[in-house]
């Protein structure tokens, strides 16, 4: 009876880790869906004008990565990167405005901001972007667009923001993309 006993709670276990299994994948797919990026067709006017700010750093940096920090319409720090400059890995763009806005504001300031950057954030940026709890993240060319034109890994933003579940953020990709991708064809 016992062998009976211990099969059917097996059976039992096995279909509550199925049920599970279907749940956990439907919230992981809606949670994809609320975080892929929305197309540059929702861009303002605003987001380019931003954007514009943004690729204008980058043709200064060391590698064509720019970013601004704009909050409540105003632009409250700006980034390019300097890993050369600085002989520092992690001088991107985006965490180059981020220390100078921490600096600067404290990290108040970056919660609910908006982050405009002429490519879609790496792993460690997005790591941060998340972390300050940035309200949005609006990036010009995609990861897959920086790879063509040299070395990049391969996970976007959106998996990054899927992963996180404490703060959405809502991220914009494609703003002035072709203009941003010509800038890493240097």
Request: hydrophobic share 45%.
């Amino acid at each position: 009876m016992s062998c009976l006993h211990d099969h059917h709670a097996s059976d039992r276990t096995s279909a509550v880790h199925s049920r599970r299994a279907i749940v956990t994948a439907i919230g992981a797919a809606a949670m994809l869906a609320a975080t892929r990026p929305a197309a540059a067709a929702d861009a303002s006017a605003e987001d380019e004008r931003y954007m514009r700010m943004a690729l204008d750093e980058a043709r200064q940096a060391d590698f064509p990565f720019g970013a601004v920090i704009v909050r409540d319409g105003q632009v409250i720090a700006r980034g390019r990167n300097l890993g050369r400059t600085n002989d520092d890995p992690t001088a991107h763009g985006e965490m180059v405005a981020i220390r100078r806005c921490l600096a600067d504001r404290g990290s108040a300031a970056l919660k609910g901001s908006a982050l405009y950057t002429s490519g879609e954030p790496c792993v460690m940026c997005m790591g941060a972007i998340v972390w300050c709890r940035f309200g949005r993240l609006v990036f010009a060319a995609s990861v897959e667009q920086i790879a063509a034109r040299m070395n990049q890994i391969m996970i976007s933003s959106a998996d990054i923001a899927a992963k996180e579940t404490f703060l959405p953020i809502k991220i914009t990709g494609g703003v002035l993309a072709d203009e941003a991708v010509r800038l890493f064809g240097k």
